[in-house]
T-cell receptor
């Protein structure tokens, strides 16, 4: 079975300070992992994805995430927060070889950036 | 190229009615998935179509149904609407046979309000 746990429902940071959004996953097979961002009244946009290549994945807008199999984690980081980063972030898992062909979403982390 | 297009963007229906939502995937994408997003349940998978065949279905009652046409456009239908069906319905299209292997592109969603 596949699932993700986003450890924080809400994270608040000051502009210019680092961002850390935590995600732990559970997967019976080799997982693909994604981070998506959702701005208000917008659809979901892919930030980055891990599909068994390099464990440190770089995404758009300065975000990156590290796949740690031993910790079953895929935390999202950014060195310096920008006001435009304020949004809802979703950690997502999909089993690449399982019969199911759908994405499993975490409950989301709302990022607030304080000026 | 054009993104995933969902119509309509907003809908208001009364209990007991039925509704049809439409999704046009990115040109060339043959996989279309539907998700329901609510504040209480988060993002939940409804179903996935590939080449006009439903390949996977989430844990939703039979009132929720869908189909895919030969041009990959997809529709989902909800019959006998209930207040709890109020949600943002998101459609995602994907190029790969397996969504875990590539990016899923999301539309902006259809916000359904049942009164």
């Amino acid at each position: 079975a596949q699932s993700v746990t986003q450890l924080d429902s809400h994270v608040s940071v000051s502009e210019g300070t680092p961002v850390l959004l935590r995600c732990n996953y559970s997967s019976s097979y080799s997982p693909s992992l994604f981070w998506y961002v959702q701005h208000p009244n917008k659809g979901l946009q892919l930030l980055l994805k891990y599909t068994s290549a390099a464990t440190l994945v770089k995404g758009i807008n300065g975000f990156e995430a590290e796949f740690k199999k031993s910790e079953t984690s895929f935390h999202l980081t950014k060195p310096s927060a920008h006001m435009s980063d304020a949004a809802e972030y979703f950690c997502v898992v999909s089993d690449r070889f399982a019969g199911a062909n759908n994405l499993f979403f975490g409950t989301g982390t709302r990022l607030t950036v304080i000026p | 190229k054009a993104g995933v297009t969902q119509t309509p963007r907003y809908l208001i229906k009364t209990r007991g009615q039925q509704v049809t939502l439409s999704c046009s995937p990115i040109s060339g994408h043959r996989s279309v998935s539907w998700y329901q997003q609510t504040p209480g349940q988060g993002l939940q998978f409804l179903f996935e179509y590939f080449s006009e065949t439903q390949r996977n279905k989430g844990n939703f009652p039979g009132r929720f149904s869908g189909r895919q046409f030969s041009n990959s456009r997809s529709e989902m239908n909800v019959s006998t609407l209930e207040l709890g069906d109020s949600a943002l319905y998101l459609c995602a299209s994907s190029l790969a046979v397996r969504v875990g292997n590539t990016e899923a592109f999301f539309g902006q969603g259809t916000r359904l309000t049942v009164v």
